[in-house]
Each structure stands twice: as structure tokens, then as C-alpha cells.
């Protein structure tokens, strides 16, 4: 079993663990500037080091804080090119009307992906777009 990015196809997983904890997984060769983001918006590597493709931020971060830096890297890292996918509830103005995880975690990829919106719009049929009405020239009043 790999890591969760590599179970996921991404490059980064944001998400909150049960401890309240918000981890950020990265895949194995993820490049430095990815990891800087990372550093920038507040997230550590863990002290053992054991597992240095993961960072946390500190736990006596407030839930505000903890939402807008996860949102932040997310959004920085996504502007990038890179594959992201952030627990709903930590990106910052999602409102999901689905209770699916699944169906939440690929909602939030989108709102927060531009690659992912774009594999997305490849696998959707085309919207049919109804034609806009001629607007009526108005006639011109006599004085």
C-alpha cells in the first residue's frame, strides 16, 4: 500500500484526523517549491521526521487559522499545476449538499483544482446553451 497521495492520485491531501490534527500528505518526489508553499502557509514536518513527505500544522493553531491555511495552500499549490485535494470542511467557502465523502472530497478537489476541474469537464456531457433573443432596437421618438 502507498502513501494516501499515491492511493488518490494527487500530489497533496489536506485533511483534519480524528485528533483534530490538519495533516498534509505529499507524494513521495514532490518538488521543493510545493514544500516551501507548504512550510509558508504554516504547515511543520513532524519532529521523528519518520515520514517526511507529511506536515501538520501546530495544534494550537485555531480552527479559523487552521481552515484559511489549509484553503491558502491549497489554492497556492493548485495555481501551481499541482493535483490537490482538501477535506471540504477545511476549504475555506465550500458548501457541499452531499453527505458522500467520496463525493465531497472530489467537490472540494474541484473547487480548489484547476486540473481537476478541467479532467472534470472532460467527463461531463456538453451543456446545451440556449440561444440568446435579438434584442428589440428601440425606435427612435420624434420631437
Known amino acids: 500500500m502507498g502513501n494516501l497521495t499515491d ?53 494550537e493553531m485555531a480552527d479559523p487559522d487552521q481552515r484559511l491555511a489549509a484553503s491558502s495552500a491549497s489554492s497556492l499549490l493548485s495555481d501551481l499545476g499541482f493535483a490537490v485535494a482538501i477535506d471540504p470542511d477545511l476549504a475555506v467557502g465550500y458548501t457541499g449538499a452531499t453527505h458522500n465523502i467520496a463525493e465531497q472530497r472530489l467537490a472540494a478537489a474541484r473547487r480548489t483544482s484547476p486540473a481537476a476541474a478541467r479532467a472534470d469537464a472532460t467527463t461531463r456531457p456538453p451543456t446545451t446553451t440556449a440561444a440568446v433573443p435579438a434584442a428589440k432596437v428601440p425606435q427612435q421618438r420624434k420631437r
Open 7 to 59: 492511493d488518490h492520485g494527487t500530489d497533496v491531501e489536506i485533511l483534519r484526523w480524528a485528533d483534530g490534527l490538519v495533516w498534509a500528505h505529499c507524494r513521495t518526489s514532490l518538488p521543493e517549491p510545493a514544500h516551501q508553499i507548504l512550510r509558508s502557509c504554516g504547515f511543520t514536518a513532524p519532529l521523528d521526521s519518520a515520514d517526511p513527505v507529511s506536515y501538520r500544522l501546530p495544534k
